[in-house]
Nanobody
Framework: QVQPVESGGGVVQVGGSLRLSCAASGRAFSGYAMGWFRQAPGKGKEREFVAAISRRGVSTSYADSVKGRFTISRDDDKNTVTLQMTSLKPEDTAVYYC????WGAGGSDLHDYEYWGQGTQVTVSS
């Protein structure tokens, strides 16, 4: 079992960059695929997939809306996952969640992820 804890959120201007980190306490971190999801403000907004990385970082996947702008990476020695975000847009404003999927492939379905962090707010101002 792991417990993800996100950090690095904040307020940034349009076109700026931000780096989110997720530290996962617990054992066997390398056995988890890790993902980032986000939930925009407003009633009815669902949590949506942003990026994922497979166990040992063999493969990554991204939502079309962030492809080419965001990069996910992991460091199994430090039990951390990072989301580097560049060229930020107002529509990237959301609470960003880190999630862990035990022995998963790193997919986009949030229901595959068993463990979730509390989230970190990212606000992109114009």
């Amino acid at each position: 079992q792991v417990q993800p804890v996100e950090s690095g959120g904040g307020v940034v201007q349009v076109g700026g960059s931000l780096r989110l980190s997720c530290a996962a306490s617990g054992r066997a971190f390398s056995g988890y695929a890790m993902g980032w999801f986000r939930q925009a403000p407003g009633k009815g907004k669902e949590r949506e997939f942003v990026a994922a990385i497979s166990r040992r970082g063999v493969s990554t996947s991204y939502a079309d809306s962030v492809k080419g702008r965001f990069t996910i990476s992991r460091d199994d020695d430090k039990n951390t996952v990072t989301l580097q975000m560049t060229s930020l847009k107002p529509e990237d404003t959301a609470v960003y969640y880190c999630a862990a999927d035990f022995w998963g492939a790193g997919g986009s379905d949030l229901h595959d992820y068993e463990y979730w962090g509390q989230g970190t707010q990212v606000t992109v101002s114009s």
